[in-house]
C-alpha cells in the first residue's frame, strides 16, 4: 500500500458543527502533516506529527485540533469553523521524521464551511 | 519578496514541446520538493533533491545549491503534464506560488 486515504473527499459544515477530517496510510511512515491549501495558492502547513508527537504547530487556531491515535492514522478535529475556513486540506506523510523526506499526499479532503 | 519565487507563473504550450519552470529561493535549503498538482487537489511529490540533477520519465530536476536556483523540465510534453508545479522546503516550510502549466493538443 503506497497511498495516503483521506476521507471524507467533501465535506460541508454550518459554522456551529463539530466534524473531522480523517488521513491514513500503512506505509509504516512516522512523519505525517496536515496542510490547508486556497484556491491558486501553494499549501500552508498547519501541523506535523513526527513519531506520534506534534513537532510543529504553525500557529493555527484552536478551532482545529489535530490528534495522532497511533503511526498510521491522523485526525483533524474541526469545531466552532469559520466561511474563511473553507479550503482544501491536505494529509501527507514521509517516511522519517519531519524534514527532508520526499512526502507523499493524500487527494485531499475539500471544505465548505456556510 | 517571498522566499521561494518561481517563473513563469503561467505557461501554455504545444503538445511536444520542452518545457522550463524555474524555481529561484533567497534562503538556504537543504532539500528541494517540486511537487504536481492537477485540477481537483492532488499533489503527487514529483522529486526531492539536494545536488546535481534527477531524472524520471520525461521530467528532470536540476539544483544548483550555490545560485540557489533549480529547474523543472518536461521533454515532449503532454496534455497530461497540464497542472501546477509547485516548488519548496518541507523542512524550512516554504513554497513558492506555483506554475500554471497547460499543455495544448
Known amino acids: 500500500d503506497t497511498e495516503v486515504t483521506q476521507t471524507p473527499k467533501h465535506l460541508v459544515m454550518g459554522m456551529t458543527n463539530k466534524k473531522s477530517l480523517k488521513c491514513e496510510q500503512h506505509m509504516g511512515h512516522r512523519a505525517m502533516y496536515w496542510y490547508k491549501q486556497k484556491a491558486k495558492k501553494p499549501p500552508e502547513l498547519m501541523f506535523v506529527y513526527s513519531y506520534e508527537k506534534l513537532s510543529i504547530n504553525e500557529s493555527v487556531p484552536s478551532r482545529f485540533s489535530p490528534e495522532c491515535p497511533n503511526s498510521s492514522l491522523l485526525n483533524l478535529h474541526l469545531h466552532a469553523l469559520q466561511p474563511e475556513d473553507s479550503a482544501l486540506y491536505l494529509c501527507a506523510s514521509s517516511e522519517f521524521g519531519a524534514g527532508a523526506n520526499v512526502l507523499t499526499f493524500g487527494a485531499g479532503s475539500r471544505l465548505t464551511v456556510l | 519578496k517571498n522566499e521561494v519565487e518561481q517563473s513563469p507563473q503561467n505557461l501554455t504550450a504545444q503538445e511536444g514541446e520542452f518545457i522550463t519552470i524555474n524555481c529561484s529561493y533567497s534562503?538556504?535549503?537543504?532539500?528541494l520538493h517540486w511537487l504536481q498538482q492537477h485540477p481537483g487537489g492532488g499533489i503527487v511529490s514529483l522529486f526531492m533533491?539536494?545536488?546535481?540533477?534527477k531524472k524520471h520519465g520525461r521530467l528532470i530536476a536540476t539544483i544548483n545549491i550555490q545560485e540557489k536556483h533549480s529547474s523543472l523540465h518536461i521533454t515532449a510534453s503532454h496534455p497530461r503534464d497540464s497542472a501546477v508545479y509547485i516548488c519548496g522546503s518541507n523542512y524550512q516550510l516554504i513554497w513558492g506560488a506555483g506554475t500554471k502549466l497547460i499543455i495544448k493538443p
Open positions: 533533491l539536494s545536488s546535481g540533477k
Open positions: 534562503v538556504g535549503i537543504s532539500a
